[in-house]
């Protein structure tokens, strides 16, 4: 799975092409802050995280980094910084309360001032419906193993799309669905923390069938220009050796973490060594007829979100686990090199595997790196400076590797840094900061760290500086 191409001597000094798109992305229930305001109803997020020891420090998004009150700060300070595209994530339980029924108009209001907002400032909108927060309602109902939840999704795309249809250029359906199915409902360490490896399976099926249900709503109420994206977090997967077995267990983990939504979205089928691999848990007879159909539906790009790459060997594995039925074929090894304050190694080449794999597969699909970026230990200095060399180091490498993936004839249009700001980072909560804006979470206080700053002269330029 390896492709080499010609490195450069060095990363720096590299143009972009003009119509390079370079943003930052956010999701809702990470920076909004404001979780019983104007009608929101619970998430399960907003469940999962009271529960005892499943965020750590006990943190919740109830404040977060405030932005729902300082929204027009937060966009100014996009501006200022000179970012010319913003990922953002709609809250669904904010926009439709409990997930079903009429929308609240404050929270469509909200998302409205945004984009104006963000318009008003030339900086373009790329909306994303889900990044993980399902209204606790339809956890209630059964959640994502349960089929009505794609069809709620399809009602809520409806609703957003009736709403911003007319000025939200680019829309993203779902933000890493593997998170949501296998985290969610496998190894249960993020909302709603369930431990049912079958469940995981129903549930990838059936965000894969709201995709598909969301890209025909957004089809008939956006307009023609608009651009249809879905964002995964493929796993770039290296075998730990040569030998067969670790091929197997390569094979294995990439039709759960990879194939399991490619091969629907874009092919219209599910890998049958996928079917069998996991044929001991289910007979996927929650696959209907004609729902591959609609999951194929076509996209207009692919958003990647890129941090680290997955190194797999043959061996067994603890559960709970993300990976069903792969517990007694699979260990997992970290990657050579520098960590992050996450522990995950600082490895490129990932990035540039993973997007050459996409050109040779998917020929003639355009690719947008939707996140990447690292979390480090900052802190504001007595000057108030924050100094986050680390950063800059991961940045340039990361745009090394998307401009490498570039000369090898990839498709890629565009860079979102994640993130923004520093937020709530799910079951680390605040403990990881991955803002490229540092946020005093007692004053709510930002302030653009030295890679904020890099960044800014890297989008002004649009490539990267001289090293
Ligand atoms: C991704 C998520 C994003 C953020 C980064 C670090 O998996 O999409 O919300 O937490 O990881």
């Not at 992305?25 to 995280?49: H, K, N, V």
């Not at 007879?285 to 591959?292: A, E, I, K, P, Q």
């Not at 990976?323 to 960590?339: L, V």
């Not at 996140?371 to 100094?387: L, Q, S, W």
Request: negative net charge; proline residues 8%.
């Amino acid at each position: 799975m390896t492709t080499t191409a010609p490195r450069p001597a060095t990363a720096s000094g590299l143009t972009f092409p003009p119509a390079f798109r370079w943003g930052a992305a956010t999701a809702a229930y990470q920076i909004e802050g404001a979780a019983d305001e104007d009608g929101r109803t619970p998430s399960i997020w907003d469940t999962f995280s009271r529960r005892p020891g499943a965020v750590r420090n006990g943190d919740t998004g109830d404040v977060a980094a405030d932005h729902y009150h300082r929204m027009r700060e937060d966009v100014a300070l996009m501006a200022s910084l000179g970012l010319k595209d913003y990922r953002f994530s709609v809250s669904w339980p904010r926009v439709q309360p409990a997930g079903r029924g009429p929308a609240s108009a404050k929270g469509l209001d909200f998302y409205r001032a945004l984009v104006d907002e963000l318009l008003a400032q030339g900086i373009r909108p790329m909306l994303t419906l889900y990044h993980w927060d399902l209204p606790q309602e339809l956890e209630d109902a059964g959640g994502w193993p349960e089929r009505d939840t794609a069809y709620r999704f399809a009602d809520y795309a409806e609703l957003v799309a009736g709403a911003l249809g007319d000025r939200v250029p680019t829309w993203t359906t779902l933000n890493e669905p593997w998170c949501a199915a296998f985290l969610g409902y496998a190894e249960g360490v993020h909302a709603p923390g369930r431990t049912e490896p079958a469940s995981a399976l129903r549930a990838a099926h059936h965000l894969n069938l709201a995709h598909g249900l969301a890209v025909g709503a957004l089809r008939e109420l956006t307009g023609p220009a608009s651009e249809i994206s879905l964002t995964l977090n493929l796993a770039a997967i290296r075998p730990l050796s040569d030998s067969p077995a670790d091929a197997e267990a390569a094979r294995r983990i990439d039709a759960l973490a990879n194939r399991v939504f490619l091969d629907p979205v874009f092919h219209g089928r599910y890998p049958e060594d996928l079917r069998a691999d996991t044929a001991q848990l289910t007979d996927w007879s929650f696959v209907r007829d004609g729902d591959l159909t609609t999951v194929s539906r076509p996209v207009d790009s692919l958003g990647i979100n890129y941090y680290t790459p997955t190194v797999v060997g043959a061996g067994s594995h603890p559960l709970p686990s993300p990976w069903p039925a792969a517990q007694d074929h699979a260990r997992f090894a970290p990657a050579p090199g520098p960590r992050t304050a996450m522990d995950w190694p600082v490895d490129a080449d990932g990035l540039y595997e993973l997007l050459v794999r996409l050109r040779d597969e998917l020929p003639g699909t355009a690719l947008l790196v939707t996140e990447n970026g690292a979390a480090y230990d900052d802190y504001a200095d007595p000057a108030g400076e924050v100094h986050d060399p680390e950063r800059i180091t991961y940045l340039t490498a990361h745009l090394g590797a998307v401009h490498r993936a570039l000369a090898a004839g990839v498709d890629v249009r565009g860079y979102f840094l994640w993130s923004l700001l520093d937020n709530f980072e799910w079951a680390y909560g605040y403990s990881k900061r991955f803002g490229m804006v540092h946020v005093d979470y007692a004053s709510q206080r930002r302030t653009p760290k030295d890679s904020a700053l890099w960044y800014a002269n890297v989008v002004a330029r649009g490539g990267l500086p001289r090293g």
